[in-house]
């Protein structure tokens, strides 16, 4: 029965890495890659999965020595079972995001592994939603060569794995006292409570999120306070600071231009109809439009939708506000 047990694991889990692999274009077939291992259960499947699907694994283990005797044991456990090689980290950090950064500094440039799984995905996407409001997730690949070819498993999959061939692992004795183990043990277990498949349903905010248009996962990632992308179609989404809106792309003045309520045409060459974007001024004169906007009692909520015309990055005329010579705006519909 063990046996048995054995092919069922490969069948249901080796084809799902490696499919999840070939999907995101993580690793090369056969190809070479360097884990970052840390003894325990997932960074022993990621080890032992990618050798039987058979890309050249080699390994990499950082010492933080942050738990004394216990570091230095997961240290010489990943060299004997791994062949890693162990470095130092030497800096000291004061929360996770350091410790990673310190982390992924090693081998940089090479194409580095890590052991990451659809429960710590769950454990990211609750910490960030309860931490700064927003739920993006943990990448598959990172810009600098970093991806995570068990973000398609279970760390319970990762386990039973490492179990079925008979694989032991270490176990981080300072998990439960961290914000992450606060969340694994006691906040899961509480949400799981209300819905068995309450980790399946958090993850479905994320996919959400990414049958968006990328652009537009993009905008809402981004921190910059104001930012507009061109999400195709001659469509371009706006974000001011906690605003979003959408609107049309720049249109040429070469013909009458219908824009929200108004029709505009113009006999001077050159010129463009777009929305308002911060920072706009009036040509020839240091008056933001945000001011002209105020001044005319233009209420906040009507301005993202409002047609301006410009000449390159100079703004000529303001329907309904401030008018140019040659150019005619009329309020067709309200």
Known sequence: MAVERWHTADLELLPRIESHIRRHGLIEPRGSVLCLVSGGA?????????????????????DHGLRGAESDGDARWCAERFGAEVVQAGARCSNEAELRDVRYSFRAGELRATGHTLSDQVETILYRLAASGNTKGIKVGREDGVVRPLLCVWREETEAFCTERGLEWRT????????????????LPLLERIHPAARENILR?????????????????????SKRVDLGGGLQAV????????????????????????????SVPGLKVRGWRPGDRLAGRSKKIQDVF??????????????????????????GIVEAEGVTATRVAD
């Open 42 to 62: 997932d960074s022993t499947c990621l080890y032992h999965a990618l050798r039987e699907l058979g890309y050249r694994v080699s390994a990499l283990h950082v």
């Open 239 to 266: 974000r001011e600071h906690d605003r979003l809106w959408l609107e049309p792309g720049p249109r040429d003045l070469d013909r009458p231009v219908e824009w929200g309520p108004w029709r505009i045409e113009s």
């Open 294 to 319: 105020v001044d005319a009692k233009v209420p906040r909520s009507d301005r993202e939708g409002w047609p301006l015309v410009v000449r390159g990055d100079e703004v000529v005329a303001v329907p």
């Open 205 to 225: 905010a994320l996919d959400g999120r990414r049958t968006m248009p990328p652009a537009l996962v993009e905008l809402l990632d981004s921190r910059t306070g």
């Open 172 to 187: 981080d004795s300072t998990n439960p006292g961290t914000l992450r183990g606060l969340i694994r043990h006691e906040v």
